[in-house]
């Protein structure tokens, strides 16, 4: 019922640059939280940053004065600006939403994306 779909990912040299987005679609009632996780090979999938609905934000330690996490209500998508990239920031990157669907508006729960490749390198 409700879909998540990431795009911008890509290969980018060390320095540089690239801009995520995350849409929602489908059957959802409300959105609480919107947020960014990454994922390297052989490692545990962690927060990379994440917004409320307030626009209380929230980076890891690794990210901050890099990433800036923003987000669009009326068009229930998520941004995630990344600069100054470095080679430890390859991963993949997955847009997670905590939200309600139309049928169930008490429920909150998690919604993932697929997924989309970050390669930092020379």
């Known amino acids: 019922q409700v879909q998540v779909e990431e795009s911008g990912g890509g290969l980018v040299q060390p320095g540089g640059s690239l801009r995520l987005s995350c849409a929602a679609s489908?059957?959802?009632?409300?959105?609480?939280?919107m947020g960014w996780y990454r994922q390297a090979p052989g490692k545990q999938r962690d927060l990379v940053a994440s917004?409320?609905?307030?626009?209380?934000?929230n980076y890891a330690d690794s990210v901050k004065g890099r990433f800036t996490i923003s987000r669009d209500g009326a068009k229930n998508t998520v941004y995630l600006q990344m600069n100054s990239l470095k080679p430890e920031d390859t991963a993949v990157y997955y847009c997670?939403?905590?939200?309600?669907?139309?049928?169930?508006?008490?429920?909150?729960?998690?919604?993932w994306g697929q997924g989309t490749q970050v390669t930092v390198s020379s």
């Open positions: 997670n939403i905590e939200g309600s669907a139309v049928l169930t508006p008490e429920i909150r729960r998690d919604y």
């Open positions: 917004i409320t609905r307030g626009g209380s934000v």
């Open positions: 489908g059957s959802i009632f409300s959105i609480y939280t």
